[in-house]
């Protein structure tokens, strides 16, 4: 059972990102699906959730408007575009699972958290 995050890397401000996240081992349609980030020296923060079916989205103030969430449960994965991309933005970037909303960022209050990717924003 796991959730395998992908797709991070060095980016100049101002450039692009698709993060990719691939789920095993358990029916990934009946989870919601986040997007959660940690900068260095930083707490777990929020980023991006869609529900299970896909149908309605979510977004952090800090990011919305340039990042967008999305996934195919057909393929049971989830991703995350980043556009826009500023130094702000570093941190690593996990995807994380879970039955219904959650609305305190603990690693505790979600069913599946996957590694993390690594995303850079710098010139």
């Known amino acids: 059972v796991q959730l395998q995050a992908s797709g991070g890397g060095l980016v100049q401000p101002g450039g692009s990102l698709r993060l990719s996240c691939a789920a095993s081992g358990f029916t990934f349609s009946n989870y919601w699906i986040y997007w959660i980030r940690q900068a260095p020296g930083k707490e777990l923060e929020w980023v991006a959730a869609?529900?299970?079916?896909?149908?309605?989205?979510y977004y952090a103030d800090s990011v919305e408007g340039r990042f967008t969430i999305s996934r195919d449960n057909a393929k049971n994965m989830a991703y995350l575009q980043m556009d826009s991309l500023n130094p702000e933005d570093t941190a690593l970037y996990y995807c994380?699972?879970?039955?219904?909303?959650?609305?305190?960022?603990?690693?505790?209050?979600?069913?599946?958290w996957g590694q993390g990717t690594q995303v850079t924003v710098s010139s």
């Open positions: 869609v529900n299970s079916y896909g149908m309605s989205t």
């Open positions: 994380a699972g879970a039955k219904a909303p959650v609305y305190e960022v603990v690693k505790k209050n979600f069913d599946y």
